[in-house]
């Protein structure tokens, strides 16, 4: 099965109209942030991947930090007109041509949409963007069996969806392809939003 054309775009974009592209319970939100808060020091420099209005990521860049905002929809750009420390670029995650290092690469929500070939060209990109030292944080759903494709109506989105949910196996062999260390973090129980897939976070350094 492959994404039908144009899906993922048109998805993404009827998402920036609605001004949010969480859709997740807060619970999520702060369990995320105290995950990811003890790897951001202060002065660090974060790479958000696909970061749509960059809820998570703006939320974690300390003062003195600095956060490059990536994503293929220019309508995001307005999340981080306003302060000195975001910039936005218009690219798309597996193309994008980092110019400098990153102390932290985030890529949050985006591999159920991308192409397996799409997912391993993404990897590339967060390996030469990740400063020596550095954490790539990767987070999305997987599924609990074999790799798995939904294309159905959600009910909770009110619009068709589409997604591709690798195994966990699946995705530490393509992230051990380009990272030394990889740990694999499942969300806790509660915060499981269907029954045959996890959300888990991939946390990987060279």
Known sequence: MNFKPDFVRSFWQ???????????????FLYEQNVLRPHVAEGASILDLGSGFGELSR???PDSGKLTAVDLMHEYSSAFEEDARYVFVQSSVDTYV????????L???????LTVEQEQRTYAVIRSA?????????????SDDSDLWIDTYSEALQCDYQARYPS?????????????LVESITYPPNLKTHQNTSHVLFVCSH
């Open 14 to 28: 009827r998402r920036a109209e609605t001004g949010a592209t969480r859709w997740t319970a807060d619970e999520f």
């Open 59 to 61: 939320s974690i860049c």
């Open 98 to 105: 980092p110019t400098r290092t990153f102390d932290v690469v």
């Open 168 to 180: 966990v196996a699946t995705q530490q062999k393509l992230l051990r392809e380009k990272f030394r």
């Open 130 to 142: 990740l400063a020596e030292g550095g954490t790539a944080f990767i987070k999305n759903q997987c």
């Open 107 to 113: 890529l949050f929500g985006v591999v159920t949409h």
